[in-house]
Protein backbone atom coordinates (compact mmCIF):
# COMPACT_ATOMS: atom_id res chain seq x y z
CA UNK A 1 0.00 0.00 0.00
CA UNK A 2 1.33 3.22 -0.89
CA UNK A 3 1.05 6.19 1.61
CA UNK A 4 -0.83 9.44 0.23
CA UNK A 5 1.86 12.19 0.76
CA UNK A 6 0.38 15.11 2.48
CA UNK A 7 0.76 18.88 0.54
CA UNK A 8 0.44 21.52 3.42
CA UNK A 9 -0.07 24.07 0.47
CA UNK A 10 -3.50 22.28 -0.28
CA UNK A 11 -4.38 23.39 3.17
CA UNK A 12 -3.85 26.74 2.42
CA UNK A 13 -5.67 27.35 -1.00
CA UNK A 14 -3.51 30.05 -2.45
CA UNK A 15 -5.30 29.51 -5.75
CA UNK A 16 -8.98 29.88 -4.57
CA UNK A 17 -10.68 31.57 -6.71
CA UNK A 18 -13.70 32.71 -4.47
CA UNK A 19 -11.62 34.03 -2.28
CA UNK A 20 -10.05 35.90 -4.68
CA UNK A 21 -13.15 37.29 -6.15
CA UNK A 22 -14.77 38.50 -2.42
CA UNK A 23 -11.26 40.50 -1.36
CA UNK A 24 -11.51 41.65 -5.23
CA UNK A 25 -15.05 43.15 -4.21
CA UNK A 26 -13.87 44.77 -0.89
CA UNK A 27 -10.85 46.24 -2.24
CA UNK A 28 -12.64 47.78 -5.35
CA UNK A 29 -15.17 48.91 -2.68
CA UNK A 30 -12.44 50.36 -0.38
CA UNK A 31 -10.39 52.21 -3.11
CA UNK A 32 -13.75 53.35 -4.57
CA UNK A 33 -14.55 55.12 -1.12
CA UNK A 34 -10.86 56.48 -0.84
CA UNK A 35 -11.20 57.96 -4.72
CA UNK A 36 -14.56 59.93 -3.38
CA UNK A 37 -13.05 60.86 -0.16
CA UNK A 38 -10.04 62.12 -1.74
CA UNK A 39 -11.94 64.03 -3.93
CA UNK A 40 -14.73 65.89 -1.76
CA UNK A 41 -14.39 69.13 -0.33
CA UNK A 42 -14.40 67.41 3.29
CA UNK A 43 -11.14 65.58 2.49
CA UNK A 44 -9.10 66.68 5.81
CA UNK A 45 -5.46 65.59 5.01
CA UNK A 46 -3.56 64.83 2.24
CA UNK A 47 -0.25 63.65 3.68
CA UNK A 48 -0.48 62.12 7.39
CA UNK A 49 2.84 62.76 8.05
CA UNK A 50 4.81 61.44 11.25
CA UNK A 51 8.48 60.69 11.14
CA UNK A 52 10.20 58.07 10.07
CA UNK A 53 10.80 56.25 13.18
CA UNK A 54 7.81 56.01 14.33
CA UNK A 55 6.34 54.77 11.10
CA UNK A 56 8.78 52.11 10.96
CA UNK A 57 7.75 51.30 14.66
CA UNK A 58 4.02 51.08 13.65
CA UNK A 59 4.82 48.57 11.03
CA UNK A 60 7.44 46.45 12.75
CA UNK A 61 4.31 45.90 15.46
CA UNK A 62 2.00 45.50 12.85
CA UNK A 63 4.11 42.89 11.41
CA UNK A 64 3.37 40.01 14.27
CA UNK A 65 -0.74 41.14 14.74
CA UNK A 66 -2.70 38.71 13.11
CA UNK A 67 -6.05 40.40 11.32
CA UNK A 68 -7.66 40.25 7.82
CA UNK A 69 -5.38 41.02 4.99
CA UNK A 70 -7.90 43.93 4.22
CA UNK A 71 -7.36 45.39 7.81
CA UNK A 72 -3.71 45.78 6.70
CA UNK A 73 -4.67 47.34 3.46
CA UNK A 74 -6.47 49.78 5.48
CA UNK A 75 -3.55 50.57 7.45
CA UNK A 76 -1.37 51.06 4.77
CA UNK A 77 -4.41 53.36 2.75
CA UNK A 78 -4.48 55.51 6.08
CA UNK A 79 -0.82 55.96 6.42
CA UNK A 80 -0.02 57.04 2.82
CA UNK A 81 -0.26 60.03 0.94
CA UNK A 82 -3.26 61.00 -1.13
CA UNK A 83 -1.96 61.42 -4.54
CA UNK A 84 -5.66 61.78 -5.57
CA UNK A 85 -6.47 65.08 -3.39
CA UNK A 86 -6.72 67.55 -5.01
CA UNK A 87 -4.50 69.82 -2.30
CA UNK A 88 -1.73 67.08 -3.55
CA UNK A 89 0.38 69.65 -5.20
CA UNK A 90 4.20 68.16 -4.62
CA UNK A 91 6.41 65.84 -6.74
CA UNK A 92 6.01 64.80 -10.42
CA UNK A 93 3.85 61.38 -9.72
CA UNK A 94 0.58 60.99 -11.32
CA UNK A 95 -2.35 60.82 -10.00
CA UNK A 96 -3.50 57.73 -11.83
CA UNK A 97 -6.40 56.74 -14.11
CA UNK A 98 -8.28 54.27 -12.17
CA UNK A 99 -8.75 52.08 -14.98
CA UNK A 100 -4.57 51.32 -14.77
CA UNK A 101 -5.69 49.46 -11.53
CA UNK A 102 -7.98 47.10 -12.85
CA UNK A 103 -5.18 46.29 -15.86
CA UNK A 104 -2.38 45.99 -12.85
CA UNK A 105 -4.46 43.33 -11.57
CA UNK A 106 -4.84 41.54 -14.71
CA UNK A 107 -1.05 42.13 -15.78
CA UNK A 108 -0.23 40.25 -12.03
CA UNK A 109 -2.56 37.73 -12.23
CA UNK A 110 -1.09 36.51 -15.61
CA UNK A 111 2.49 37.50 -15.01
CA UNK A 112 3.53 37.14 -18.29
CA UNK A 113 7.21 38.71 -18.94
CA UNK A 114 7.58 40.51 -22.28
CA UNK A 115 11.37 39.76 -22.56
CA UNK A 116 10.50 36.81 -25.31
CA UNK A 117 7.31 36.69 -27.54
CA UNK A 118 6.12 33.27 -25.73
CA UNK A 119 6.05 34.56 -22.94
CA UNK A 120 4.42 37.79 -23.79
CA UNK A 121 2.22 37.07 -26.46
CA UNK A 122 -0.61 39.56 -26.28
CA UNK A 123 1.89 42.06 -24.70
CA UNK A 124 4.40 42.51 -26.86
CA UNK A 125 2.11 43.07 -29.76
CA UNK A 126 0.47 45.67 -27.39
CA UNK A 127 3.76 47.47 -26.61
CA UNK A 128 4.55 47.98 -30.12
CA UNK A 129 1.05 49.36 -30.99
CA UNK A 130 1.66 51.93 -28.43
CA UNK A 131 5.21 52.55 -29.35
CA UNK A 132 4.52 52.99 -33.13
CA UNK A 133 1.35 55.64 -31.62
CA UNK A 134 3.80 57.84 -29.92
CA UNK A 135 6.48 58.02 -32.61
CA UNK A 136 3.30 59.26 -34.68
CA UNK A 137 2.33 61.53 -32.10
CA UNK A 138 5.99 62.66 -31.88
CA UNK A 139 6.41 63.14 -35.62
CA UNK A 140 9.39 60.62 -35.95
CA UNK A 141 9.58 58.65 -39.23
CA UNK A 142 8.07 55.38 -40.37
CA UNK A 143 10.85 53.31 -39.64
CA UNK A 144 11.34 54.49 -35.94
CA UNK A 145 10.92 52.12 -32.87
CA UNK A 146 11.13 51.96 -29.48
CA UNK A 147 10.67 49.71 -26.00
CA UNK A 148 8.95 50.28 -22.48
CA UNK A 149 11.00 50.42 -19.42
CA UNK A 150 11.26 51.10 -16.12
CA UNK A 151 11.36 54.50 -15.36
CA UNK A 152 13.22 57.52 -17.05
CA UNK A 153 16.17 57.23 -15.19
CA UNK A 154 16.83 53.29 -16.73
CA UNK A 155 15.54 54.57 -19.88
CA UNK A 156 18.08 57.79 -20.16
CA UNK A 157 20.90 55.13 -19.96
CA UNK A 158 19.41 52.39 -22.10
CA UNK A 159 19.31 55.44 -25.35
CA UNK A 160 22.93 56.55 -23.84
CA UNK A 161 23.70 53.24 -24.36
CA UNK A 162 22.90 52.96 -27.69
CA UNK A 163 23.93 56.43 -28.60
CA UNK A 164 27.69 55.45 -27.64
CA UNK A 165 27.13 51.80 -29.69
CA UNK A 166 26.16 54.12 -32.94
CA UNK A 167 28.53 56.72 -32.81
CA UNK A 168 31.25 56.15 -30.37
CA UNK A 169 34.65 55.29 -32.79
CA UNK A 170 35.19 51.76 -31.06
CA UNK A 171 32.60 49.23 -29.86
CA UNK A 172 33.14 49.57 -25.88
CA UNK A 173 30.37 46.70 -25.68
CA UNK A 174 32.49 44.04 -27.21
CA UNK A 175 36.38 45.68 -27.29
CA UNK A 176 35.79 47.98 -23.75
CA UNK A 177 37.36 51.36 -24.17
CA UNK A 178 40.38 53.37 -23.47
CA UNK A 179 39.20 56.64 -25.11
CA UNK A 180 37.73 59.34 -23.01
CA UNK A 181 34.48 59.68 -24.07
CA UNK A 182 32.33 62.37 -23.49
CA UNK A 183 28.37 64.04 -23.52
CA UNK A 184 27.25 67.32 -23.80
CA UNK A 185 23.61 68.52 -21.36
CA UNK A 186 22.70 71.43 -19.58
CA UNK A 187 23.79 72.49 -16.08
CA UNK A 188 19.90 71.96 -14.97
CA UNK A 189 19.07 68.81 -16.97
CA UNK A 190 17.72 65.72 -14.30
CA UNK A 191 20.92 64.27 -11.74
CA UNK A 192 19.99 60.43 -13.63
CA UNK A 193 21.95 61.82 -16.72
CA UNK A 194 24.93 62.74 -14.88
CA UNK A 195 24.40 59.15 -13.36
CA UNK A 196 24.03 57.26 -16.39
CA UNK A 197 27.10 58.94 -17.60
CA UNK A 198 29.31 57.80 -14.64
CA UNK A 199 27.74 54.28 -14.86
CA UNK A 200 29.12 54.42 -18.80
CA UNK A 201 32.63 55.52 -17.31
CA UNK A 202 33.19 58.80 -18.41
CA UNK A 203 33.92 60.19 -15.25
CA UNK A 204 34.03 63.59 -14.16
CA UNK A 205 35.59 65.06 -17.40
CA UNK A 206 33.04 62.96 -19.47
CA UNK A 207 30.02 65.04 -18.37
CA UNK A 208 30.15 68.53 -20.38
CA UNK A 209 27.45 70.59 -18.21
CA UNK A 210 26.65 73.74 -20.56
CA UNK A 211 25.50 76.77 -18.68
CA UNK A 212 21.82 77.87 -18.87
CA UNK A 213 20.38 81.55 -19.34
CA UNK A 214 17.64 83.08 -17.07
CA UNK A 215 14.87 80.79 -17.70
CA UNK A 216 17.29 78.00 -17.07
CA UNK A 217 17.45 76.86 -20.39
CA UNK A 218 20.70 75.47 -22.22
CA UNK A 219 22.87 77.88 -23.77
CA UNK A 220 22.90 76.42 -27.26
CA UNK A 221 25.14 79.60 -28.72
CA UNK A 222 27.71 77.94 -26.59
CA UNK A 223 28.01 74.70 -27.60
CA UNK A 224 30.47 75.09 -30.12
CA UNK A 225 32.97 76.54 -27.40
CA UNK A 226 32.64 73.47 -24.93
CA UNK A 227 33.04 71.55 -28.21
CA UNK A 228 36.20 72.89 -29.19
CA UNK A 229 37.22 72.57 -25.45
CA UNK A 230 36.63 68.96 -24.88
CA UNK A 231 38.12 68.10 -28.45
CA UNK A 232 41.18 69.89 -27.08
CA UNK A 233 41.57 68.42 -23.58
CA UNK A 234 41.32 65.31 -25.80
CA UNK A 235 37.57 64.14 -25.14
CA UNK A 236 35.68 62.49 -28.22
CA UNK A 237 31.74 64.20 -27.87
CA UNK A 238 29.62 61.10 -29.07
CA UNK A 239 25.87 62.68 -27.54
CA UNK A 240 24.54 65.90 -26.60
CA UNK A 241 21.07 65.70 -24.28
CA UNK A 242 18.11 68.21 -24.38
CA UNK A 243 15.55 69.02 -21.76
CA UNK A 244 12.44 68.75 -22.40
CA UNK A 245 11.77 69.65 -19.77
CA UNK A 246 13.88 70.26 -16.57
CA UNK A 247 12.73 69.06 -13.04
CA UNK A 248 13.17 72.00 -11.04
CA UNK A 249 12.16 74.70 -13.52
CA UNK A 250 10.02 73.01 -15.90
CA UNK A 251 12.62 74.66 -18.29
CA UNK A 252 12.46 73.66 -21.70
CA UNK A 253 15.51 73.63 -24.16
CA UNK A 254 15.62 74.91 -28.13
CA UNK A 255 15.56 71.44 -29.60
CA UNK A 256 15.88 73.03 -32.92
CA UNK A 257 19.39 75.00 -32.06
CA UNK A 258 20.34 71.45 -30.55
CA UNK A 259 19.18 69.88 -33.34
CA UNK A 260 21.25 71.93 -35.79
CA UNK A 261 24.27 71.68 -33.65
CA UNK A 262 23.90 67.56 -32.83
CA UNK A 263 23.69 67.14 -36.71
CA UNK A 264 26.57 69.37 -37.91
CA UNK A 265 28.75 67.38 -35.77
CA UNK A 266 28.08 64.08 -36.06
CA UNK A 267 26.50 63.84 -32.79
CA UNK A 268 23.62 61.76 -31.50
CA UNK A 269 20.73 64.03 -30.04
CA UNK A 270 18.98 62.31 -27.34
CA UNK A 271 15.69 64.23 -25.49
CA UNK A 272 15.13 63.75 -22.03
CA UNK A 273 11.36 64.71 -22.27
CA UNK A 274 10.32 61.70 -18.98
CA UNK A 275 8.42 64.85 -17.44
CA UNK A 276 7.26 67.20 -20.23
CA UNK A 277 7.78 65.66 -23.66
CA UNK A 278 4.48 64.19 -24.07
CA UNK A 279 3.64 67.96 -24.80
CA UNK A 280 4.30 66.66 -28.45
CA UNK A 281 0.81 65.93 -28.48
CA UNK A 282 -0.91 69.03 -27.44
CA UNK A 283 -1.81 71.54 -30.84
CA UNK A 284 -1.67 74.50 -27.85
CA UNK A 285 1.82 73.55 -26.31
CA UNK A 286 4.14 71.56 -28.59
CA UNK A 287 5.67 74.38 -29.87
CA UNK A 288 7.90 74.14 -26.62
CA UNK A 289 9.03 70.56 -28.21
CA UNK A 290 9.79 71.74 -31.54
CA UNK A 291 12.77 70.12 -32.92
CA UNK A 292 11.58 66.84 -31.20
CA UNK A 293 11.45 64.82 -34.16
CA UNK A 294 15.09 65.46 -35.59
CA UNK A 295 16.33 63.58 -32.61
CA UNK A 296 17.89 59.86 -32.50
CA UNK A 297 16.03 59.04 -29.03
CA UNK A 298 13.40 60.31 -26.97
CA UNK A 299 12.32 58.53 -23.22
CA UNK A 300 8.66 59.66 -22.04
CA UNK A 301 7.39 58.63 -18.99
CA UNK A 302 3.65 57.93 -18.70
CA UNK A 303 3.68 57.87 -14.67
CA UNK A 304 4.07 61.71 -14.94
CA UNK A 305 1.46 63.77 -16.64
CA UNK A 306 0.00 60.82 -18.34
CA UNK A 307 -2.32 59.39 -15.62
CA UNK A 308 -0.73 56.24 -15.17
CA UNK A 309 1.34 54.31 -12.00
CA UNK A 310 4.75 53.91 -11.32
CA UNK A 311 6.72 53.14 -13.27
CA UNK A 312 5.99 53.14 -17.04
CA UNK A 313 8.67 54.37 -19.82
CA UNK A 314 9.27 54.56 -23.37
CA UNK A 315 12.58 54.91 -25.06
CA UNK A 316 11.57 56.05 -28.38
CA UNK A 317 14.11 55.48 -31.59
CA UNK A 318 14.54 57.83 -34.77
CA UNK A 319 15.66 54.61 -36.38
CA UNK A 320 14.24 50.99 -34.70
CA UNK A 321 17.38 49.34 -36.20
CA UNK A 322 19.24 51.66 -33.73
CA UNK A 323 17.60 49.78 -30.35
CA UNK A 324 18.96 46.59 -31.31
CA UNK A 325 22.21 47.86 -31.44
CA UNK A 326 22.88 48.44 -27.85
CA UNK A 327 22.73 45.46 -25.74
CA UNK A 328 23.96 42.48 -28.75
CA UNK A 329 24.56 39.70 -27.36
CA UNK A 330 23.89 35.65 -27.33
CA UNK A 331 21.36 33.83 -25.03
CA UNK A 332 19.89 30.52 -26.84
CA UNK A 333 18.02 30.15 -24.24
CA UNK A 334 15.25 33.13 -25.01
CA UNK A 335 15.88 33.20 -28.73
CA UNK A 336 17.93 31.76 -31.82
CA UNK A 337 19.47 34.67 -33.07
CA UNK A 338 20.97 37.93 -31.52
CA UNK A 339 21.62 39.31 -34.50
CA UNK A 340 17.91 39.47 -36.20
CA UNK A 341 15.96 42.66 -35.62
CA UNK A 342 12.58 41.25 -33.80
CA UNK A 343 9.88 43.56 -32.24
CA UNK A 344 8.53 41.36 -30.46
CA UNK A 345 11.57 40.05 -28.27
CA UNK A 346 12.05 42.97 -26.43
CA UNK A 347 14.17 41.01 -24.02
CA UNK A 348 17.20 41.95 -26.65
CA UNK A 349 16.70 46.03 -26.40
CA UNK A 350 16.13 46.48 -22.71
CA UNK A 351 17.84 45.73 -19.53
CA UNK A 352 15.18 43.72 -18.17
CA UNK A 353 14.82 40.32 -19.40
CA UNK A 354 12.02 39.39 -17.21
CA UNK A 355 9.51 43.18 -17.85
CA UNK A 356 5.87 42.84 -16.57
CA UNK A 357 3.24 44.27 -18.74
CA UNK A 358 3.34 47.51 -17.83
CA UNK A 359 2.30 48.41 -21.70
CA UNK A 360 -1.32 47.33 -20.61
CA UNK A 361 -2.21 49.86 -18.06
CA UNK A 362 -1.13 52.80 -21.25
CA UNK A 363 -3.52 50.82 -23.52
CA UNK A 364 -6.12 50.53 -21.08
CA UNK A 365 -6.41 54.41 -20.65
CA UNK A 366 -6.51 54.74 -24.44
CA UNK A 367 -9.16 52.29 -25.20
CA UNK A 368 -11.09 53.66 -22.34
CA UNK A 369 -10.80 57.40 -22.16
CA UNK A 370 -9.65 58.28 -25.97
CA UNK A 371 -6.68 58.41 -27.67
CA UNK A 372 -6.48 62.28 -27.17
CA UNK A 373 -6.36 61.94 -23.52
CA UNK A 374 -2.71 62.15 -23.20
CA UNK A 375 -2.91 65.49 -25.07
CA UNK A 376 -5.80 67.01 -22.87
CA UNK A 377 -4.39 66.11 -19.36
CA UNK A 378 -1.12 67.78 -20.64
CA UNK A 379 -2.86 71.36 -21.88
CA UNK A 380 -5.05 71.08 -18.32
CA UNK A 381 -1.91 70.44 -16.62
CA UNK A 382 -0.22 73.06 -18.23
CA UNK A 383 -3.17 75.96 -17.91
CA UNK A 384 -3.07 75.46 -14.22
CA UNK A 385 0.17 76.15 -13.45
CA UNK A 386 -0.37 79.48 -15.84
CA UNK A 387 -3.29 79.90 -13.63
CA UNK A 388 -1.38 79.47 -10.53
CA UNK A 389 1.69 81.76 -11.30
CA UNK A 390 -1.21 84.68 -12.18
CA UNK A 391 -2.48 84.14 -8.91
CA UNK A 392 0.93 84.49 -7.25
CA UNK A 393 1.63 87.21 -8.89
CA UNK A 394 -1.37 89.07 -7.57
CA UNK A 395 -0.36 88.79 -3.75
CA UNK A 396 2.62 91.07 -2.70
CA UNK A 397 3.78 88.41 -0.59
CA UNK A 398 4.87 86.38 -3.03
CA UNK A 399 7.89 85.92 -5.59
CA UNK A 400 7.72 84.10 -8.57
CA UNK A 401 10.53 82.64 -9.89
CA UNK A 402 9.60 82.94 -13.37
CA UNK A 403 6.78 82.65 -15.85
CA UNK A 404 5.74 78.59 -16.33
CA UNK A 405 6.68 77.00 -18.83
CA UNK A 406 5.19 73.41 -17.96
CA UNK A 407 3.30 72.38 -15.26
CA UNK A 408 6.22 73.43 -12.46
CA UNK A 409 5.80 76.67 -10.34
CA UNK A 410 8.59 78.17 -8.40
CA UNK A 411 7.73 80.81 -5.71
CA UNK A 412 8.49 81.55 -1.98
CA UNK A 413 7.37 83.84 0.53
CA UNK A 414 8.99 87.53 1.07
CA UNK A 415 9.63 88.36 4.43
CA UNK A 416 11.10 91.72 4.03
CA UNK A 417 11.74 91.85 7.66
CA UNK A 418 14.36 89.33 7.17
CA UNK A 419 17.11 88.42 4.93
CA UNK A 420 16.93 84.91 5.57
CA UNK A 421 14.46 84.13 2.79
CA UNK A 422 15.94 80.35 2.82
CA UNK A 423 15.62 79.46 6.07
CA UNK A 424 11.42 80.97 6.44
CA UNK A 425 11.03 78.98 3.59
CA UNK A 426 12.17 75.55 4.94
CA UNK A 427 9.96 76.30 8.07
CA UNK A 428 7.01 77.44 6.09
CA UNK A 429 7.06 74.16 4.53
CA UNK A 430 7.97 72.27 7.19
CA UNK A 431 5.02 73.65 9.42
CA UNK A 432 2.77 72.68 5.76
CA UNK A 433 3.62 68.99 5.74
CA UNK A 434 2.51 68.97 9.40
CA UNK A 435 -0.45 69.95 9.13
CA UNK A 436 -0.93 67.73 6.35
CA UNK A 437 -3.58 69.45 4.51
CA UNK A 438 -1.76 70.11 1.18
CA UNK A 439 1.37 68.98 0.15
CA UNK A 440 4.05 71.06 -2.13
CA UNK A 441 8.09 70.36 -2.33
CA UNK A 442 11.10 72.87 -2.42
CA UNK A 443 13.46 73.26 -4.11
CA UNK A 444 17.33 75.29 -4.41
CA UNK A 445 17.84 77.74 -7.33
CA UNK A 446 21.42 79.51 -7.47
CA UNK A 447 21.31 78.77 -4.29
CA UNK A 448 17.98 80.20 -3.11
CA UNK A 449 15.09 78.13 -1.84
CA UNK A 450 12.16 78.10 -3.50
CA UNK A 451 8.57 76.87 -2.59
CA UNK A 452 7.72 74.00 -5.86
CA UNK A 453 4.36 73.33 -7.01
CA UNK A 454 4.16 70.56 -9.70
CA UNK A 455 0.16 70.22 -10.72
CA UNK A 456 -0.03 66.86 -11.56
CA UNK A 457 -4.06 66.04 -10.64
CA UNK A 458 -5.97 67.36 -13.15
CA UNK A 459 -9.03 68.17 -10.29
CA UNK A 460 -6.94 70.67 -8.46
CA UNK A 461 -8.56 73.97 -9.29
CA UNK A 462 -8.41 77.85 -8.49
CA UNK A 463 -10.34 77.22 -5.22
CA UNK A 464 -7.37 74.48 -4.05
CA UNK A 465 -4.50 77.14 -5.03
CA UNK A 466 -6.15 80.43 -3.34
CA UNK A 467 -6.60 77.85 -0.09
CA UNK A 468 -3.01 77.04 -0.67
CA UNK A 469 -1.97 80.55 -0.74
CA UNK A 470 -3.92 81.53 1.74
CA UNK A 471 -2.82 78.87 4.24
CA UNK A 472 1.19 79.53 3.30
CA UNK A 473 0.42 83.63 3.95
CA UNK A 474 -0.98 82.41 7.34
CA UNK A 475 1.90 80.43 8.29
CA UNK A 476 4.45 82.79 7.20
CA UNK A 477 3.02 85.54 9.12
CA UNK A 478 2.90 83.31 12.23
CA UNK A 479 6.71 82.46 11.89
CA UNK A 480 7.57 86.35 11.49
CA UNK A 481 5.10 87.29 14.41
Not at 11 to 28: L, T, Y
Not at 423 to 447: C, W
Amino acid sequence: MVEKSTNDFEKINIFSADEFRDMGHQMVDMLADYLAQAQSDTAQETIPFISPAEQLAYWQADFDIQEPLLDTYRHVLDRSIKLHNPRYIGHQVAAVAPVTSIAGMMSDILNNGVGVYEMGLAANAIEKVLIDFMNQQIGYPAEAGGIFTSGGTLANLTALLTARKVKAPTNVWTEGSNEKLALMVSEAAHYCIDRAARIMGLGDQGIIKIPTDNQYRMRTDLLPEYLAKAKANGLTVFAIVGCSCTTSTGSFDDLSAIAEFASKENLWFHVDGAHGGGIAMSDKYKHYVAGIERSDSITIDYHKMMLTPSLVTSVLYRNALDSFKTFAQKAEYLWESSDSTEWYNSGKRTFECTKNMMCLKVYSILKAHGKNTFAKNNEHLFDSARLLARLINERTSFELLIKPQANIVNFRYIAKETDNLNDITDRIRTQLIEEGLFYIVSVVVDGQKYLRCSVMNPLTEEKHFVALLDHLERIGKAILS
